[in-house]
Every structure is written in C-alpha cells, then in structure tokens.
C-alpha cells in the first residue's frame, strides 16, 4: 500500500460519515474487506475502503426500494460487479456477491442495533420504547418486526454486537503479542476504551438478572463466560510453563476482569487517575501483593 494513500480509521470516520463501530461489523461480515495491518494495534484503510462504504451507504437508500418489490437499480449491481472483479482480496469479498437484499439486511440491522446502543445507554431499557427506536431512524414499526420480534429481542442482540465487538477488538491487539504481561495489559487497554461506551448496557444487563425472567441470568453467564474464558486457557498455559503459581485459572480470570471493570469506571469518575497509572497499580498489586506484616495487625 502506497503511504501517501494511508488512511486512518478516524480519517475514514469522517470521510464516509459511518462509525468506526460499523466499519468493523462490515469488515467482521466480510461485506468490507480488511485493512492492511502495520502492527497489532495498527492498521491502515485506503481508497477502496472509502469507495465501498459510499457504495454501502448508496445501497441504504436503494434497499428501501427494493424492500417494497422493485428491481435492484442497474447502477447498483454494476457497482456490485466492479469492486468484485476489481478488488478480489483472497476471498473477502465474498459477502458483496450475495443477494443484495440480504447484504441490505444486514446493513439495515445494524443501523437499527445502533440506534438502540444509543438510545439504551440514554434513556435505559425500560424507558427505550420501540417507537423511539423507529423514529430515531425514520422507518415503520412494522420495518422493525420484520427484524426483531420484541424489543427485549433486540436488547439481547445488542449486547451480543457489544461483546463481539469487544472479544474482536481484543483479539486483534494481542494477535501479535506473546508476553503474557503485554497482552494483559493490552486487554485491560482495550476494554477501558470499550467500557465508557458500553457501560450502561451491560449494567442494564446485570440490572435485569433480578427480574423472575432468567434470559437475563443467562446472558450475563455467556457474556462473562466468552469474557473469561481466553483468560483461563492463558492461565492455565501460564501454569503449566511456571510462569505463575498454582492458581485457580477460573477465579484468576474472573478476578482480572472484575478488577479491569471496576478500575475502568474508577477512571471515568474524575480526572485523578488515567488508565495508565490505574494498569501500573494493578500490576504492582499482582505481582507484590500487598506486603502484609500480619504480627503488626
């Protein structure tokens, strides 16, 4: 890739008008292909990016006329076959030689998964009605159940979309990481940047295990469990190699996530700490505990 026709994922933010959350779902669903990666934490877009973006974005207009019977718009379809043919990177485009309908689809639920992000962190769960949902994006209620059956339905793809977003992030920084510290610390980095905006999700979330429903209860096990559970395969590699003592590799995992949780809101409190700072205490704390002179207690 030639430098001068780098782009950032901020830059492409702005130039295509979509958020990075969403250039990252299209990528997942192999409707956008990837960037080129640098480094783990590094990756850079150029102009086919942009250019498939404003032909996704034209695509959101033309699926509502394709939702009400008529024929894919000619334009539409040569535009589908010229960044195939013109831009075969080893199989990733394969999602752009589907039906356009269902790539429009899946556009079209996205949109309205943010839409609900938005709108749940705002206002809340309960307080969020369908309607504020379909008005946010300008369509009908019965455009929403043609997608969702209920809004708890809805709720619950949400949280999905949060988790993968975050389990995706965070394998893309540690990919190229095999220290065990660094990659630590790089997903205590990662879900610090995800925390401030997905809080009150999955707050909400924790809020609806007291309800008699139990999908609640089951959502937080799976969400803590897809947390978790790369944790307890390190933990369980790190003891076999003696890196660390004998420990249990469930408790361990559920303690460094409780503790990046809690230190990634003691950080949105006030200006005192940065991440920074906070990492370096919990690491001093893992390593050095806390020194106890019991005969002094």
Known sequence: MDKKNRIKIGELEK?????????HYYIREG???????????MAYYDE?????????HKMKSDYQKMKNGLRVPRALLEQRGHESNSHDRNGDNRAWEKDPVSTGSQIRKQEIIEAAIQLFSQKGYHHTNVRD??????ISKGTFYLYYSSKRDLFIEVVDDVIRNIIGEVAGAIRQESNLIKRTILRGKVFHANYTKYNEIL??????????????QKKVKKVYRALTE???REAREAIKRGAIRQVDPDLLAYTLIGITEIMALRSTLDNKYDFDQILTFMFDLLKNGLNFDFNGL
């Open 48 to 56: 086919s990016h942009l250019n498939r973006l404003q032909a996704i």
């Open 15 to 23: 130039l295509s008008g979509m958020p990075r959350s969403t250039i």
């Open 31 to 41: 409707i956008l292909h990837p960037p080129h990666k640098t480094s783990r934490t």
């Open 203 to 216: 707050n909400q979330l924790r809020a609806e295990m007291a309800s008699e429903d139990p999908w609640a």
């Open 230 to 232: 790369p944790l307890i």
């Open 133 to 138: 949902i379909t008005q946010a994006l300008g």
